[in-house]
């Protein structure tokens, strides 16, 4: 679909897009778009973002940047376009540590998070995780799929609780929490929701157990939201960085986790030059299992909460090559980006695929950090 020339009389897109459709934003920098309907095609490091008020959180619709259109329609607060690159996403926590206060935020629950750098303002959510047992009261009947479950939300601010269920003959069997939430004072309630395709499923009832878990501990932790857009370094993400930075905490107790970063490959450093490796080399460059390595903490939030905030996309490098083997970019080479790549939650690696079989292989490592993009917004 084209994206014809925006800013005419009766079509305003505020100041940055007054003659042109075309929206850059650089790393770490988001736009709040004016109310109306709007066909974003968002750039390879740009997301199309919407407000959950329930959760008082920023979620990502277009995590692992499709470039694929998407259309949305806001109010003008609750859609933006944002170029987190270089951000902080989230953390991996590895020890929830104890002696905290339930409750979300530094006020209620005593405990601040400092980061080593970037200046990212973090949220924690201490306590209120459920418990992983949830009662089968009443398997109900006639279900031919699994039905869909719905948590009850926690407390403003808390992560909603999932789950799914298991199905033995059309009755609900048993169900397996798949994230254990946090921030919830009572335990939630669980609607029972028939599959679309199912008319004739019904009575199940579940009972989450009301005892909930990891009282005094972190449960779980994400950079501080606010609404609406902003320049770089003006949400609670911070401003880009390139290199991992680490959280201290206060009071410290055991607590430990493991930033999980939005990084990019801006360019590469030669570790190895290679023997014989022909006239060219791509690289595929890869998110690294460095924070899926990390023991989640038991009885915190889980991967809606961490590791699921970014889908990494591979990027692509075509190698500076002389005399059969790899060389630093310098101006003028063949060397270049060909895909940054997007949502590497630690620094990626590298595999080099040579135009021959060499002798020795070559090696070399991603800089990382964020970049410039360039989106099209088109009201509809």
């Given at each position: ?206 009972t989450v157990n009301a005892t909930l878990v990891n009282s005094g501990g972190l449960t779980a932790l994400y950079p501080t939201q606010v609404i609406g ?152």
């Open positions: 679909m084209p994206f014809p020339r925006i800013g005419a009389p009766g079509l305003p897109l505020g100041a940055q897009l007054a003659v042109s459709n075309a929206l850059t934003l650089q790393a770490g920098e988001t736009y709040l778009p004016p109310a109306g309907i709007y066909q974003a095609c968002c750039g390879p490091s740009t997301s199309l973002q919407f407000f959950d008020v329930f959760a008082g959180q920023w979620r990502t619709l277009n995590g692992e940047n499709s470039l694929a259109p998407i259309q949305f329609d806001t109010d003008g607060t609750n859609f933006r376009l944002a170029n987190l690159t270089g951000c902080p996403m989230g953390a991996l926590i590895t020890n929830s540590g104890s002696g905290y206060t339930n409750g979300v935020g530094t006020a209620a629950t005593g405990l601040s998070v400092t980061p080593s750098a970037g200046g990212s303002v973090w949220t924690p959510v201490v306590g209120g995780a459920i418990n992983s047992t949830v009662t089968v009261t009443a398997g109900g009947s006639l279900y031919t799929f699994p039905p869909n479950l719905q948590f009850s939300l926690p407390a403003p601010g808390g992560i909603q609780a999932t789950g799914f269920a298991t199905l033995t003959t059309g009755a609900v069997s048993s169900v397996t929490v798949t994230n254990q939430g946090a921030g919830y004072i009572t335990a939630p309630t669980i609607t029972v929701v028939n599959d679309q395709r199912d008319i004739t499923g019904n009575g199940a009832v579940l857009g902003g320049g770089v370094g003006t949400s609670g993400h911070g401003t880009p960085l390139t290199s991992l930075p680490t959280l201290t905490f206060s009071p410290a107790s055991t607590t430990a986790a493991t930033v999980l970063m939005n990084w990019v490959c801006t360019t590469y450093a030669v570790t190895t030059a290679g023997v014989a490796i022909g006239t060219s080399a791509l690289g595929i460059v890869m998110n690294a299992a460095e924070p899926f390595t990390n023991t989640r903490a038991a009885n915190v939030a889980g991967s809606i909460a961490d590791v699921g905030l970014t889908q990494p996309r591979p990027g692509f490098i075509q190698f500076n090559v002389s005399g059969g083997a790899i060389a630093a970019p310098t101006l003028g080479t063949n060397a270049l980006i060909l895909d940054n790549g997007f949502g590497f939650q630690a620094v990626p690696v590298i595999q080099i695929i040579p135009q021959a079989l060499p002798t020795t292989w070559p090696a070399a490592t991603a800089t990382v950090g964020g970049v410039t993009d360039t989106s099209y917004l088109m009201p509809i």
